[in-house]
């Protein structure tokens, strides 16, 4: 339903008056004809005016139709007019009434542009969210209001702030603001507010711009302080897997041959089975690097090839070689030829090689990864017209729309296979699984997964986990939080993946009957706080469990089942970039 913003408002009531006023004139003129008064302009006027305010003491006779609207009317306008007013005077003491009536909600600090959209992905998925703002007359302010989201002004990195937007009560906090600093002191801030009992844990999930920061705080998103429970994102590792999700790595040569005519010939690397892809990205930025690391990722799972990427950027090889001393596991995965070509300022020597690049092994995927639209599309064209065979060149733009949307128009970019393809970066990346990918949250979905393999379908909790509550998913969150402890126990700590390859066999049979036992005694002692006793029936209702018993007493074959997850742990923790380290182990 379309709603009026505030300056619409304002100008609607100053036409009403507008309307009011002339037929009010012109109604006091045609009456004091009517009865030979003789008033002036003003008595006209005056009189409309005390209509207004329920004062009238003109003459009552010949009340013709104009003045018949306008007594019923001007009452009624004043009222409007006082409202509108009362609610820009008390706009700020309405939104905190607002936001103090808020439960279950999710709360996102700072409204930049990530901010915002995060705000419109949750209200269209159906969330109730409160919004912090510095500013609260930016557009971006009015923007969220549009969408009937209470917007509280003030500091979020203050628990006073937090607590008008009611994140005591709250599902999750989002820092999303731009800067990382205010980011981390809003989490700080989180820590401190308390939390009513009953209450699930309150999720904090905090944006960081660094890529490699975020990455390195994830393996500490599991020590939860009971309260409170940290995860990390970064908006351009999530855009580079919803980029390469769209726009997959390998080769259509059906589409190609159907869109040409023309029947692709293998070069000599593909004929002899050592390549199946060429990855071109231009910009080794932020977003660049990500969408390097999610590729080498994605190709390391099924292909036993490596994958090959050419990187141009003015300084590709410097940015290249901080990327790989990170991620030393892209030395395993991916063949890099890295072009030092300035696109603004082309050397002819670098454009030379980057010609031959294109020519010797034919890309299959081009990304344009330019922070700049303006760089970025012009980056496309030039590539576009030196590709030896059609294939789609992705342009990261900020948003769909607008300047892409314009430009992908007049480059022809109509949907066939070899046109230029704006992808949204900012669209595709802030939706709600952004804040819900954490670390403890995929494992927790994990573990769910193993729990549905391993139990009968007329388990309560036999479900996929979309179809779970938020309550019912805790049982695995407090799984997830429970494996540093786990892993602690055998001396290991969470660390980076370094590795893309198959965990392998990490724990030896005693370590895996220590993880195995560490985790059927935090079952036992969470459903035990939970008021569920032993019995030799299962019974939901009753809370009553036969596997309620100390580890020793366990059936045989429930332990296989607690050793079997065990055994699976390094691949959960590997499908969310972590691996178990330890002292004194290679």
Do not use: K
């Amino acid at each position: 339903m379309h709603r009026f913003g505030e300056r619409q408002r304002w100008w609607l009531l100053a036409l009403g008056w507008a309307i009011l006023l002339t037929l009010g004139v012109t109604g006091f003129v045609r009456q004091a004809d009517e009865l030979e008064l003789g008033s002036t302009f003003l008595d006209h006027l005056y009189f409309t005016l005390q209509l207004a305010v329920l004062s009238y003491e003109g003459p009552s006779e010949n009340i013709n139709w104009q003045l018949e609207i306008v007594r019923f009317t001007a009452p009624l306008m004043s009222a409007g007019t006082l409202l509108q007013s009362a609610s820009v005077v008390f706009r700020e003491q309405f939104t905190r009434w607002r936001a103090r009536r808020a439960r279950a909600h999710t709360v996102v600090a700072g409204l930049g542009p990530v901010g915002t959209r995060l705000v419109e992905a949750l209200v269209a998925d159906g969330r109730d969210v409160v919004a912090i703002t510095g500013d609260s007359g930016s557009s971006a302010a009015a923007t969220v209001g549009r969408l009937d989201v209470p917007v509280v002004a003030g500091d979020p990195a203050e628990v006073a702030t937090l607590l008008a937007a009611r994140a005591d009560r709250a599902t999750r906090v989002v820092a999303a603001s731009d800067d990382d600093i205010v980011n981390v002191a809003v989490a700080a801030a989180v820590r401190d507010i308390g939390r009513a009992g009953g209450l699930a844990p309150l999720r904090c999930a905090v944006r960081l711009s660094d890529g490699e920061l975020a990455h390195l705080l994830r393996s500490t998103e599991l020590h939860g302080d009971g309260h409170v429970r940290l995860e990390f994102f970064n908006v351009h590792e999530r855009a580079a897997h919803a980029l390469l999700a769209a726009h997959p790595l390998e080769a259509r040569h059906d589409t190609v041959a159907a869109a040409t005519g023309l029947h692709h010939e293998p070069d000599e690397q593909e004929a002899h089975g050592e390549h199946d892809a060429h990855l071109v990205v231009l910009g080794v930025g932020q977003f660049g690097r990500e969408v390097i690391l999610a590729a080498a990722q994605t190709w390391s799972d099924g292909h036993r090839r490596r994958l090959r990427v050419t990187l141009v950027d003015r300084r590709a090889g410097g940015r290249y070689h901080a990327l790989r001393m990170r991620h030393p596991a892209l030395d395993e995965t991916v063949d890099v030829a890295a072009i030092d070509l300035d696109i603004g300022q082309p050397d002819g020597a670098a454009v030379a090689a980057f010609d031959e690049a294109l020519v010797r092994h034919a890309p299959t995927a081009v990304v344009v990864a330019f922070d700049d639209d303006a760089l970025a599309w012009s980056s496309a064209l030039f590539v576009r017209d030196r590709l030896p065979r059609p294939v789609d060149v992705v342009v990261r733009t900020d948003a769909d729309g607008g300047f892409g949307r314009h430009l992908q128009a007049a480059t022809g970019g109509d949907g066939a296979v070899g046109g230029i393809v704006p992808f949204a970066f900012l669209d595709q990346a802030c939706t709600t699984e952004l804040i819900e990918g954490g670390v403890r949250e995929q494992l927790a979905q994990a573990l769910h997964e193993d729990f549905l393999r391993r139990t009968d379908r007329s388990h309560p909790l036999h479900r996929p986990w979309s179809e779970l509550s938020d309550t019912e998913r805790e049982s695995s969150r407090s799984a997830a939080d429970g494996i540093v402890g786990r892993v602690a126990a055998i001396g290991g700590r969470l660390a980076p993946l370094r590795s893309w390859s198959a965990a392998g066999d990490v724990f030896d049979d005693d370590e895996l009957d220590r993880l195995a036992e560490y985790e059927h005694e935090r079952w036992r002692e969470e459903r035990t706080a939970q008021g569920w006793t032993w019995g030799e029936v299962r019974d939901e209702v009753a809370r009553r469990n036969p596997l309620l018993v100390p580890w020793h007493e366990l059936a045989a074959d429930a332990r296989d089942h607690n050793l079997d997850s065990a055994r699976r742990l390094p691949d959960l923790l590997a499908r969310a970039g972590f691996e178990v380290s330890r002292a004194g182990r290679a």
